[in-house]
C-alpha cells in the first residue's frame, strides 16, 4: 500500500469539491455555511482536508501536518 501524501489529500479535497460530494455540504454546514459560498476559500479547503482526515485512515497521519 502506498502511503498517502499531503499533495494526495490535496487532490482529494479538489475532487471533493469539483464533484459537490455530499461531504462538502456537511463540513460547510457544520460551520453554519451553505457549501456554495464557501467552496472556494482556502480555510474550507483546510475543514474539508480535516474531515478528510479523519474519515479516511489512508489519510490519518497527515491530520497533524496541516497548515493552521
Known sequence: MT????????????????DE????FDVA????QM???VKHMQWFRRA?????????ASYSHL???LPA
Open 29 to 32: 454546514a457544520n460551520v453554519g
Open 48 to 56: 474539508l482536508m480535516l474531515d478528510i482526515c479523519e474519515s479516511d
Open 63 to 65: 491530520r497533524d501536518a
Open 3 to 18: 502511503t498517502k501524501t499531503m499533495q494526495d489529500l490535496e487532490a482529494r479535497a479538489t475532487q471533493a469539491i469539483e
Open 21 to 24: 460530494e455530499e461531504m462538502c
Open 35 to 37: 457549501f456554495g459560498n
